[in-house]
Structure formats: C-alpha cells, structure tokens
C-alpha cells in the first residue's frame, strides 16, 4: 500500500484518485499506524515551504515519517513542494527544510526582457530527460507536465537531476537520490504522463 502523507497542504484526493485510476492501491496517511505499514510514500504540497515545514510538525508524524525514509530507506515521492521540502533550506522561507537531500531551493529567475514570462510558472510544460531512472520509464512522446511553482530545487550534486525544465532558467523538473524521488510538477493534474510516472513509482522503484 502506498501512503500519501496528509500535511494539509496539497489536493491530497487528486493524488489517491490518479493512484486508484491506474489500479494501484493507496491510502490516506494522516496516523502513525498507517504511515508504518505503507510500503511506499508520496508527500504532496502547495503553497509556501514555511507553512509546509509547519503542517509536518503539526501532523505529529514527522519523527516516524524520518525513521521510515531515512533509516528504513522506504521509497518517498514528494510533489512539488513536498520535493522541496526535501532540502536544507529555502529561499522563499526561514524555516529549515527536512535537509533529506544535499540542496537548497531557490526563486526562478526570469531573464530582463521576456515579458510574456510570469511567477509563479503556472500551466503545461514539457521536460527533457537527463538520465533513465525507473521513474521516468515509458513516455512516449515529449513527456508534458503540469506546474504550479516560483521556487526550484537546486542539487549540489547534478547526477541527482533526472528532468529538467525551462521556464526563464533552467530547473529540475525530477530529482532523485537514492529511495528519495520528486517532481517540481504535479503528476496528479497532469494526465497520461502522470499516470505513467505513479503507476512507475509504484511499479518499478
């Protein structure tokens, strides 16, 4: 069973919906008991990383949701800001990050003169693959995904950087360390290509 973390921040309905729409059982994670017996985790998030950071300590199933990824090396997807709670720290906040992967977050950057360029990045964009990963498995096509974000995750180490996107600069569309993944994008809003990369992370990883 794959848990999906409540954190009171992300459409936690749109991730178990896609999860049940490719066959694949997952569960609503809001209790210690349940986030012990998920094989698999998705940490979803919107909004702002200060009040991410915050729904975790409130939810009182932080230390538990550490030992399961950390020590039990139990494969994690974070979504969006769920990724980029992963990192030390962020430009957006003050408040430390989970520090679970070598990166900082930082605010996109959008070159002078391009006015039709907007933040946040909001709508449909494609993303180039930098390496194979079993997340990434099977797109056919150019693969396109949905984002909602001003802020990017940042990876000291690049070979952690699956995907990549543009939008003024490039960013990191997909990330992965070991069992720690994410996408900067939303693969619940994103049609055929986020049903292929859950039914991957549920499948494959």
Same mark, same amino acid.
């Given at each position: 069973?794959? %848990? ?34 998920? !094989? ?11 009040? %991410? ?5 409130? !939810? ?5 949701? #550490? ?27 003050? #408040? ?16 002078? %003169? ?19 990963? +079993?997340?990434? =498995?099977?797109?056919?096509?150019? +693969?396109?995904?949905? =984002? ?15 995907? #990549? ?5 490039? =960013? ?14 939303? +693969? ?18």
């Amino acid at each position: 069973m794959i %848990g999906v973390v409540n954190t009171g921040l992300g459409n936690v309905a749109s991730v178990l919906n896609m999860f049940r729409a490719v066959g694949v059982d997952a569960a609503l994670v809001d209790d210690r008991d349940v986030l012990r017996r998920a !094989s698999k985790l998705v940490l979803p998030g919107v909004g702002s990383f200060d009040a %991410g950071m915050s729904g975790l300590r409130s !939810s009182g199933l932080l230390e538990v949701l #550490t030992e399961r990824v950390m020590q039990e090396r139990v494969p994690v997807l974070g979504l969006c800001l769920g990724m980029q709670l992963f990192a030390r720290r962020s430009e957006e906040g003050t #408040t430390p990050g989970l520090g679970w992967i070598d990166a900082e977050v930082r605010r996109l950057i959008l070159p002078p %003169g391009q006015s039709g360029l907007k933040l946040p990045h909001m709508g449909w964009n494609t993303i180039e693959i930098r390496q194979e990963h +079993p997340l990434l =498995f099977g797109f056919d096509g150019i +693969p396109r995904f949905y =984002f909602v974000h001003s802020y990017h995750v940042c990876c000291d180490d690049r070979t952690d950087v699956l995907a #990549t996107g543009t939008h003024g600069e490039e =960013f990191a569309a997909a990330i992965a360390h070991g069992n720690i993944m994410g996408t900067q994008f939303h +693969p619940e809003k994103s049609h055929k290509f986020g049903m292929r990369l859950l039914r991957n992370f549920a499948e494959r990883v």
